[in-house]
């Protein structure tokens, strides 16, 4: 597979593999082919992984170092501190933002241990802090990379103005934010001004969390227990509008004899080569599915026909809480 470069010379397969939904928020979990889907992509060409510490919370991340034990040297980690997991009174997983210099320190010990190595390829601050000044925390992300415990540095959901703060602190490599066909607020300000900087584009939920693959029309047949049954593009009036959107997805894949999923991965693909999407799956017969996007093309005629014949999405990505912790 073709690779891409994201910023400060960070190259990586065209394609990455988001583990998130291999232990947390899309139902029912399969480790064993989650673990046997993470070797698979290495196979294929895929060799960059997604995790978070708060995604199981802390699960993904042993998954994903039980999956690239003895082969770690041929992948490119990527995980994410900074949406700290906490147990409430009643003993259940919370989480809060928190940026602090501290944080910083104690997350990247956890998450070098559970992932069964000595250094981090890319670190993100997944979601930003408003209480602590973006110098501070990427300060002491600058310090890990002295260090030699992480070797790139990334931000996720970050706003142009404290993606200029941070990159003049420290040489940023990756932004991560959500983007697809039927989520692209970014192209207004944010991907202008990574390109500006030089910083590359992660990505993530390229398939709309699902959606634009066709996979399901409804959340009742999404397991009990995934967070998308209460997605505000999932229920109600806004369901019924997006269905029309991934009809036409589908109308659109069926003329390139191509899935839903592959258009909409080719294109993210076509958006640029500083933008590597992270599709996620738990299992090989998506992922072998999802690799073969790299080679569809699509033509300038094709862009333009997604450009103007795809409806808007209708409904926010996020519930209001979701929605107040995003591009800060
Ligand atoms: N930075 C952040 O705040 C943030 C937020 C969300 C996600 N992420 C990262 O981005 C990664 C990808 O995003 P995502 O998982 O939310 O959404 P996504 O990649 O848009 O979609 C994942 C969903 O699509 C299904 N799928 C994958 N390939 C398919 C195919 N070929 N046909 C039909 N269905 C297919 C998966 O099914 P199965 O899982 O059942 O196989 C899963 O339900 C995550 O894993 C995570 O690492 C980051």
Known sequence: MEKRQLGQGLEVSALGLGCMGMSAFYGETDEP????????????????????????????????????????DQYVIATKFGVRPIRNENGEWTRVRDGSPENVR??????????????????????????????????????LVTEGKILHIGLSEAAPERIRKAHATHPISAVQTEYSLWTRDLEADILPTLRELGIGLVAYSPLGRGFLSGRFKSPEELDEGD????????????????????????????????????????????????????????????????????????????????????????????DKAGMASVNL
């Open 33 to 72: 082919e989650s673990e046997a889907t993470i070797q698979r992509a290495l196979e294929l060409g895929i060799d960059f992984l997604d995790t978070a510490e708060m995604y199981g919370p802390f699960r993904n991340e042993e998954l994903v170092g039980r999956a690239i034990a003895g082969r770690r």
């Open 106 to 143: 104690r997350s990247v010990e956890g998450s070098l241990q559970r992932l069964g190595t000595d250094r981090i390829d890319l670190y993100y601050q997944h979601r930003m802090d408003p209480d602590v000044p973006i110098e501070e925390t990427v300060g002491a992300m600058g310090e």
């Open 227 to 318: 967070f998308r049954r209460n997605g505000p593009r999932f229920t109600g009036d806004n369901l019924e509008a997006n269905l029309a959107l991934a009809a036409k997805v589908e109308e659109l894949a069926g003329e390139k004899d191509v899935t839903p999923a592959q258009l909409a991965l080719a294109w993210v693909l076509a958006q640029g080569d500083d933008v590597v999407p992270i599709p996620g799956t738990k299992r090989r017969s998506y992922l072998e599915q999802n690799a073969a996007a790299v080679d569809v093309e699509l033509t300038d005629d094709d862009l333009a026909r997604i450009d103007a014949e795809l409806p808007e999405a209708a409904g926010d990505r996020y």
